[in-house]
C-alpha cells in the first residue's frame, strides 16, 4: 500500500513563501513522477507541477516562475517550493504519485492559505 503525507502548509500573507513536503511510505520502485495538485473552495482539483524520474519539471501558467518542485529520489520525497504567494493560491494542495504499473495516489492534503 502506498501512503503519500503531505506537510508545511499554513497561513502565508501575500508576497510570502512556503515550503510544502510530500513523504512517501517505505521503498516504492518504478516512480514515474511526483507532483502536485490543488483544490480550491467551489473549484475543481488542478495540476500544479510534476518532476519526472529523470528530472523533467513541468508547472502550470498560473504558478510558473513562483513555484519550484524538486525530488530527493533516494528517499522518494518531493517539495513545493512557493515564493511570491498570492491569494488565489489558497487551496489544498495534494501530492501525487504515478507508480508503473500500479497506477496514481494521492495524500491527503494540506492546506495552504495566502491572506493578509
Known amino acids: 500500500q502506498v501512503q503519500l503525507v503531505e506537510s508545511g502548509g499554513g497561513l502565508v500573507q501575500p508576497g510570502g513563501s512556503l515550503r510544502l513536503s510530500c513523504a512517501t511510505s517505505?521503498?516504492?520502485?518504478?516512480?514515474?513522477?511526483m507532483g502536485w495538485y490543488r483544490q480550491a473552495p467551489g473549484k475543481q482539483r488542478e495540476w500544479v507541477a510534476t518532476?519526472?524520474?529523470?528530472?523533467?519539471?513541468k508547472y502550470a501558467d498560473s504558478v510558473k516562475g513562483r513555484f519550484t518542485i524538486s525530488r530527493d529520489s533516494a528517499r522518494n520525497t518531493v517539495d513545493l517550493q512557493m515564493d511570491s504567494l498570492k491569494p488565489e493560491d489558497t487551496a489544498v494542495y495534494y501530492c501525487?504519485?504515478?507508480?508503473?504499473?500500479?497506477?496514481?495516489?494521492w495524500g491527503q492534503g494540506t492546506q495552504v492559505t495566502v491572506s493578509s
Open positions: 501525487h504519485v504515478d507508480i508503473l504499473l500500479r497506477g496514481n495516489y
Open positions: 517505505g521503498t516504492i520502485y518504478g516512480i514515474k513522477a
Open positions: 518532476i519526472r524520474t529523470g528530472g523533467n519539471t
